[in-house]
């Protein structure tokens, strides 16, 4: 045995944590959606597979005490053997501005993407669009993730990252929205930024102030013409001849249909990942995994 590693040996078993944040899966792989299992099996494809295996253990005993995503990085303190919790620090680069108005311009003008993110879910095509733009989801390489610890294990990650890393993917299994927050939109700006993009794409005409004729500073206001929507942009286009020189047309979409057809499948526990987690002072985590249960129990 080394210097190094028998020293690190000496500091013994990890102490133990009163209401740590506890992995929910008890055995066995960890993440259940698609884009937590495809966050861990781009970390196993960077050779890290039997390091990460290291804090399991870990994460479903508790030890990781806080865990924070904000947009390009996450912070975590994870409970060793020494009294004082380990500070963790997980950088991954946040898209800019200009790369995020991009990718919501194509979500936007995709009705499919659309209607799953505002139900609170993440398609899988959603990884296909966001490389297509350029702005990958997942790191590509492991020089694209800062991994700090201020143990003194030197081994890269060492078993508190790696147990902030299993951590991680549940959050992402939790509320799906978090992996886009880490990249740098958070759920409230990205779905109201939806919202205004769909509205003025299909032509909904803004509200006119109304304006008394008695007010003393009264002006007129021109009747503004919204451009025809849905079925009306359609029939827009037919002309006033005859009806048989454009049968060929009349059944056409009025706005184009995606490749395939859109799945809505959620599970019970979609209100659940809408909300959020409740703040510590409810229950925090345990209580939405108790929620959580109890209505994939009255939906079964």
């Known amino acids: 045995m080394s210097e190094s590693s028998s020293r690190f040996a000496d500091y013994g078993r990890p102490r133990r944590v009163e209401g740590g944040l506890r992995a929910r899966s008890t055995r066995g792989a960890i993440g259940q959606s698609w884009w937590s299992r495809r966050f861990l ?9 039997t390091r990460l295996t290291r804090g399991r253990s870990y994460a479903r005993a508790g030890q990781v005490v806080r865990l924070e995503i904000a947009p390009g990085v996450v912070r975590a303190a994870v409970q060793g053997s020494r009294p004082r919790p380990y500070d963790v620090h997980i950088g991954l680069a946040a898209f800019p501005a200009e790369l995020w108005d ?6 936007a003008a995709q009705a499919f ?18 490389t297509t733009v350029g702005a990958p989801l997942f790191p590509a390489g492991i020089d694209e993730l800062e991994q700090r610890c201020n143990c003194p294990d030197f081994a890269v990650p060492c078993k508190h990252l790696a147990a902030t890393f299993y951590l991680l993917a549940e959050a992402f299994d939790a509320d799906p929205f978090e992996l886009l927050h880490w990249r740098g939109r958070g759920r409230t700006e990205l779905l109201d930024r939806l919202r205004a993009l769909r509205a003025s794409t299909t032509g ?33 286009t037919l002309p006033l001849s005859p009806l048989a ?8 979409p009025p706005v184009p249909l995606p ?29 939405l995994e108790r929620l959580r249960r109890a209505y994939r129990a009255f939906g079964g």
């Open 113 to 130: 993407f659309s209607a799953r993110l505002l139900a609170g879910d993440l398609p899988s095509e959603l990884e296909e669009l966001f």
């Open 102 to 107: 991009r990718v919501e311009g194509e979500l």
């Open 204 to 236: 909904a005409p803004a509200p006119i102030p109304s304006v008394a004729n008695d007010a003393p500073d009264a002006v007129d206001v021109e009747p503004v013409d919204a451009p025809p929507a849905g079925a009306a942009r359609a029939l827009a």
């Open 259 to 287: 490749d395939r057809p859109p799945t809505l499948a959620t599970g019970p526990d979609l209100l659940l990942r809408q909300l959020g987690p409740p703040a510590p002072a409810i229950g925090g985590p345990g209580l």
């Open 245 to 252: 020189e454009a049968v060929d047309r009349f059944w056409s």
């Open 41 to 49: 099996e781009v970390l196993e494809s960077f050779a890290l597979g």
